[in-house]
């Protein structure tokens, strides 16, 4: 499953949009065999904003720009999680 983006607001009490989490390029694979199985997520740009109006510095977070000299090196994953079991646990 791949998603373009997805965007978090996290609220205070008073419902004040405090800080708000937008992740670019969102990518859930799930793999199965005899052998093993497998869930990976990978998340290509994560950006933090601070949403508060006194804010001195309004983004906490943000992606570096690549320069364009390097156009031949793909971006790497930001965010990166795998998780892997074997079938064969609790088997003897």
């Known amino acids: 499953m791949n998603l373009e983006g997805i ?26 065999s005899t052998v093993a199985q497998s869930v990976n997520l990978s998340g290509g740009t994560v950006q933090i904003d601070n949403q508060l109006h006194d804010a001195t510095f309004p983004v906490v977070l943000q992606p570096t720009p690549i320069s364009s000299d390097s ?6 994953p930001t965010v990166q999680l795998s998780l892997i079991w074997l079938n064969d646990q609790g088997k003897f």
């Open 7 to 32: 965007g978090i607001s996290l609220v205070n009490l008073n419902v004040v949009e405090v800080v708000y989490i937008s992740l670019v390029n969102l990518k859930l694979e799930y793999t199965t």
């Open 71 to 76: 156009s031949n090196v793909a971006a790497l």
